[in-house]
Nanobody, 120 residues
Framework: QVELVESGGGLVQAGDSLRLSCAAS?????MGWFRQAPGKEREFVAG????????DYADSVRGRFTISRDNAKNTVYLQMNTLKPEDTAVYYC????????????????WGQGTQVTVSS
């Protein structure tokens, strides 16, 4: 059974940093982070392959966010720096059994989400 549990969300001010964590159980997967703001569709934020050798980012976060993983802890992280009000959203962790990063929403497993709110 696969379970993904996100943590680390919260309320911060513009320019601050946050680190999200996603604890995964049930296997080692290609992982992704997505976000969904109120009234908007869920969008890809970042993804990482099993070994961490390939990482991909949405243009809107490239240079500010960093995805990483610690396979010994079965945990994937999203370090978010220089946060902006437009980063406000529920952030979801996702996992896929495929061997490459997917930028679409066709992941196999999803976490419950964690709220990130950035005030101006």
């Amino acid at each position: 059974q696969v379970e993904l549990v996100e943590s680390g969300g919260g309320l911060v001010q513009a320019g601050d940093s946050l680190r999200l964590s996603c604890a995964a159980s049930g296997g080692t997967f290609v992982m992704g982070w997505f976000r969904q703001a109120p009234g908007k569709e869920r969008e890809f934020v970042a993804g990482i392959t099993r070994t961490g050798g390939t990482r991909d980012y949405a243009d809107s976060v490239r240079g500010r966010f960093t995805i990483s993983r610690d396979n010994a802890k079965n945990t994937v992280y999203l370090q978010m720096n220089t946060l902006k009000p437009e980063d406000t959203a529920v952030y979801y962790c996702a996992a896929t059994s495929r061997f490459y990063v997917l930028t679409g929403s066709n992941y196999d497993y999803w976490g419950q989400g964690t709220q990130v709110t950035v005030s101006s």
